[in-house]
């Protein structure tokens, strides 16, 4: 079955949604067939090794344009930056970068040895590979794969997303003792948890349905038939019009909107901003998917995903009653060239920050506030313009090559 790609609607963050939730998503996954969504993945005793005597294995991820990334070595060489993705049956890797693994491409649906900081060495089940170049401009590195549930499916996972850390235990010596809210999960397609929440709008009942975990999606996406069925577009109106490419000739069509509240498992998370899916095909139609949960929620937990038992705990930290900042520029923003230090602007909202101070497409961002775009990845200058009520020097290149500065006081869209 080929693989398609999931919640890459956003995968190229060209445009606003982008700048405003960081909805990038490292989702691959494949578009089963019933037989092979329903298949068990039972756990091959040879797949797995802890080191030595030990039941669990802490290793440390990054948190990039809120998704983990974390490093391990690949058939004994490296460590490369993989993603952590509940939201992949398995785990391809860049097709661009098997020179780099030392892997040829007939060699990879047989499967690899990854092995994580802390000794742990988990075998894959051939994912086969997929372009990932598309991804890298918006963390500013190259990634070498994509950790899905062919590994993760062995083990209780633990996300602590304060302490960027995360926890393989052994599922059959684990037993959770803290006081976060367990959640019976299921399976969607066989492999992605789900659990039930709430979307909560103002002067209305509260929106029960499913939320599915995506470690790799950076973004919250509330699906087309959630979207129609309570006619969102309509009912909420801080809401930002955004139509996005995807890759490989997918478009995703969205609303950026913010909502009264989410509800998991007796916690309630404010004014978050989601995703308003308008697609008509794809992943984001199907009726069982209901909100697709990406890293801007889920960092403000300490996650566990306890795959063979099937359940979700949750437990908020520190980080739980932040605001969620929206874009306040307008500005729609792709970065390029061999180092992605190249950033451009891609589209401009009308009667926006930006549309004010006569920004305009094709120009070329140099500097923000004197210092050189070349420090910053792109979802890190997504964030310096998300300030409301700061004003910011903006230096451009135009396309006649002048260079000039212009002042944009920062007003949140939605």
Request: charged residues 20%; negative net charge.
């Amino acid at each position: 079955m080929a693989i398609s790609l999931r919640a890459a609607l956003f995968l190229n963050v060209l445009l606003l949604v982008a700048c405003q939730l960081g909805i990038a998503s490292q989702g691959y996954t494949k578009m089963l067939d019933d037989e092979n969504a329903t298949e068990s993945h039972a756990a091959d005793a040879g797949s797995v090794r802890f080191p030595g005597n030990q039941s669990f294995v802490r290793t440390p991820f990054e948190l990039l344009a809120n998704s983990p990334y974390v490093n391990v070595k690949v058939n004994g060489k490296g460590p490369f930056t993989f993603a952590l993705d509940t939201g992949s049956i398995d785990s391809p890797l860049a097709s661009e970068t098997l020179s780099e693994l030392g892997i040829q491409p007939k060699d990879t649906t047989g499967g690899v040895e990854l092995t994580f900081e802390g000794g742990l060495r988990v075998k894959t089940e051939g994912g086969g590979t997929v372009s990932m170049a598309g991804l890298w401009p918006l963390i500013k590195r190259r990634f070498y794969g994509d950790i899905g549930y062919d590994v993760l499916k062995h083990f209780v996972v633990e996300f602590d997303y304060e302490k960027k850390v995360m926890t393989f235990y052994d599922a059959t010596k684990y037993e959770y003792a803290g006081s976060g809210a367990v959640l019976p999960a299921t399976m969607e397609m066989g492999y992605d948890p789900q659990i039930d929440g709430e979307l909560r709008i103002a002067g209305s009942p509260p929106i029960r349905t499913r939320f599915t975990i995506d470690t790799g999606a950076g973004g919250t996406v509330v699906t087309t038939p959630l979207v129609k069925r309570h006619n969102l577009t309509e009912r909420l109106t801080q809401k930002v019009p955004f139509p996005g490419p995807g890759v490989n000739g997918m478009v995703f069509d969205t609303l950026v909107a913010r909502v009264m509240e989410i509800g998991l498992g007796g916690y309630s998370v404010e004014k978050p901003l989601i995703a308003l899916s308008l697609d008509t095909d794809g992943v984001f139609t199907m009726e069982s998917m209901g909100v697709n949960l990406g890293g801007n929620i889920l960092q403000r937990f300490s996650m566990i995903v306890d795959y063979p038992h099937k359940q979700v705990i949750l437990q908020p930290n520190s980080q739980f009653h932040e605001p969620f900042p929206a874009d306040a520029s307008g500005l729609v923003l792709k970065a390029q060239g061999d180092e992605f230090k190249t950033v451009i602007v891609v589209g401009v909202v009308p009667g926006s920050p930006a549309d004010e101070a006569g920004i305009q497409e094709g120009d070329i961002i140099s500097g923000i506030d004197g210092e050189s775009t070349d420090k910053y990845a792109l979802w890190q200058i997504q964030d310096l313009l998300k300030t409301s009520g700061k004003e910011r020097t903006i230096t451009l290149l135009k396309k006649d090559r002048r260079l000039t500065a212009v002042k944009i006081k920062l007003r949140a869209l939605a």
